[in-house]
């Protein structure tokens, strides 16, 4: 049974800083890319960021970029978010899971936990 159990969040100002963790268990860790994706109310469930240790590869959605960090400690089977500069449009509540990235589309596991919410003031 694959399972990914999300850890951290909470509410922070804007501009701070977060740290959200991700640990993956009942699956080969490095065979699979890991994403965060997100949902706030109103709007669809999107990806954020995704690691793809089998391909050395990371990806960020343009919103993103340049304050967010995806990375992994295989050696403990967990990916972690590093959230910079936080603004009131980041918050939502944020998944983890895994699926499998190629060169023309990504797939990733339909199982959802319960997800941690992010909550940014102003």
């Known amino acids: 049974e694959a399972q990914l159990v999300e850890s951290g969040g909470g509410l922070v100002q804007a501009g701070d800083s977060l740290r959200l963790s991700c640990a993956a268990s009942?699956?080969?860790?490095?065979?699979?890319?890991i994403a965060w994706f997100r949902q706030a109310p109103g709007k669809q469930r999107e990806v954020v960021s995704y690691?793809?240790?089998?391909?050395?590869?990371?990806n960020y959605v343009d919103f993103v970029k340049g304050r967010f960090t995806i990375s992994s400690d295989n050696a403990q089977n967990t990916v972690y978010l590093q959230m910079n500069n936080l603004k009131s449009s980041d918050a939502a509540v944020y998944y983890c899971t895994g699926g499998i990235v190629s060169t023309v589309d990504a797939t990733w596991f339909d199982t959802w936990g319960p997800g941690k919410q992010v909550t940014v003031s102003s």
């Open positions: 009942g699956f080969t860790f490095a065979d699979y890319a």
């Open positions: 690691i793809n240790n089998k391909a050395g590869e990371t």
